[in-house]
Nanobody, 127 residues
Framework: QVQLVESGGGLVQAGGSLRLSCAAS????????MGWFRQAPGRQREFVAA???????????YYADSVKGRFDISRDNAKNTVYLQMNSLNAEDTAVYYC?????????????????WGQGTQVTVSS
């Protein structure tokens, strides 16, 4: 069982930055791929970014086209934490952001591949 707790959301002006954190419980954090998804009002949950599992210092990452070049996902296995650095935010980034953990390999953009989910943190970008 993995429990995930997101933090770092809030209100920011367009063009600003936020860093989300997701703290995971358990001793096997490094064995899970981690992802960030978001859901805006009236819209379906969508993939944002993912980072592969492992115990090395390099982890392959994946991004939705809408955030590529603006967002950066990283992980610190020693702290059981995954981060999402969000830069150049715009109003379309307003959503609840969810952290998720996957024990599967591949297809990291699909929500169905993730076993565990956090409760979400609200990000609001004012224009």
């Amino acid at each position: 069982q993995v429990q995930l707790v997101e933090s770092g959301g809030g209100l920011v002006q367009a063009g600003g930055s936020l860093r989300l954190s997701c703290a995971a419980s358990g001793r096997t954090f490094s064995s899970y791929a981690m992802g960030w998804f978001r859901q805006a009002p009236g819209r379906q949950r969508e993939f944002v970014a993912a980072i592969r599992s492992g115990s090395s210092t390099y982890f392959p990452t994946y991004y939705a086209d809408s955030v590529k070049g603006r967002f950066d996902i990283s992980r610190d296995n020693a702290k059981n934490t995954v981060y999402l650095q969000m830069n150049s935010l715009n109003a379309e980034d307003t959503a609840v952001y969810y952290c998720a953990a996957s024990s599967y390999f591949g297809d990291y953009g699909s929500a169905s591949r993730y076993n565990y989910w956090g409760q979400g943190t609200q990000v609001t970008v004012s224009s």
